[in-house]
């Protein structure tokens, strides 16, 4: 027998709970057209200090994620409020709008506005996109929450039909991760005691880390984010008699859009057979 860990590892390309609020239209021209979504809400910006193979997942870490989304915009598009309110800078490239039950920020752009400005929605030029960024990020807050702005009842109009898809349901014993002193191969620089020219650090892609690749050389398009997921902790099999089973795993997104995964596996305990715990 062999206490195991079921995890999940899916294709998700939204994340965020959903709300029933009004409307409101998008922050640069045209204001009634769907435009390209650059980042989503709920990236992961996560930096592990441990390895993989020393059980980094469970580790210590950086844990953030991505708190609105950015809309492509080319250097110098004019930015508007999508709520009219008031406004007040955050700082030399961000302002911020407080409207009726919302607040929302507005990054990477130039101001144009000053504290204390009354602004109309789709009518106040707030900014400019700043060089180089080539987006507008924009963040929702409402009460002390921040929202996804894609979510139904939020910005419009926008569609999205991509379903999120199951890679694959797998299961592995606990404490199956053990630390490997792996070999330093030449001409690899080993960054615990060499760090490479500063320039250089924007041409380094790792892999897994699409959705963060560096912001002004490398960009990866068309992958959508992975994330995994601990379904069920520990699973003991001995509480099951010996046979087949399946297992079902169902993904939605804040859109609707689902699909569902399964994965047929089979207990054979016999007697005696020691157990494997982490």
Not at 9 to 36: C, D, M, R
Not at 107 to 122: C, L, R, T, W
Not at 186 to 211: E, I, K, M
Request: some cysteine.
């Amino acid at each position: 027998m062999r206490r195991l860990l079921l995890l999940l590892l899916a294709f998700v390309p939204a994340l965020a709970a959903g709300t029933n609020a009004s409307a409101y239209p998008w922050p640069i021209k045209p204001f009634h057209e769907q435009h390209p979504i650059r980042a989503n809400f709920g990236d992961p910006r996560t930096r592990f200090w441990n390895t993989m193979l020393t059980d980094g997942l469970q580790g210590p870490g950086l844990f953030q994620f991505h708190n609105g989304i950015d809309i492509a915009a080319t250097e110098g598009t004019p930015v508007y409020p999508v709520l009219s309110g008031t406004a007040s800078l955050i700082d030399g490239a961000a302002v911020l709008v407080r409207s009726p039950g919302h607040k929302f920020q507005y990054f990477h752009i130039k101001p144009a506005v000053h504290d204390g400005q009354y602004v109309v929605a789709s009518r106040t030029v707030l900014g400019r996109v700043i060089p180089a960024v080539n987006h507008v990020h924009l963040t929702e807050i409402r009460g002390r929450r921040v929202w996804n702005p894609l979510a139904r009842g939020g910005i419009a109009p926008y569609v999205d039909r991509t379903a999120p898809q199951i890679d694959a349901i797998f299961a592995r014993p606990l404490g199956s991760l053990v630390s490997i002193d792996s070999a330093t191969l030449w001409p690899a620089a080993d960054f615990r005691t060499t760090l490479p020219l500063v320039r250089n650090f924007w041409n380094v892609y790792a892999r897994g880390s699409y959705q963060n690749a560096p912001r002004f050389s490398n960009q990866q398009f068309f992958m959508p984010g992975r994330f995994l997921y601990d379904l069920a902790g520990t699973f003991d099999s001995r509480s099951y008699p010996n046979g087949t089973y399946e297992v079902r795993v169902h993904v939605s997104d804040m859109r609707g859009n689902w699909s569902d995964g399964v994965q047929q596996f089979h207990v054979e305990n016999h007697p005696g057979e020691p157990c494997v715990k982490a």
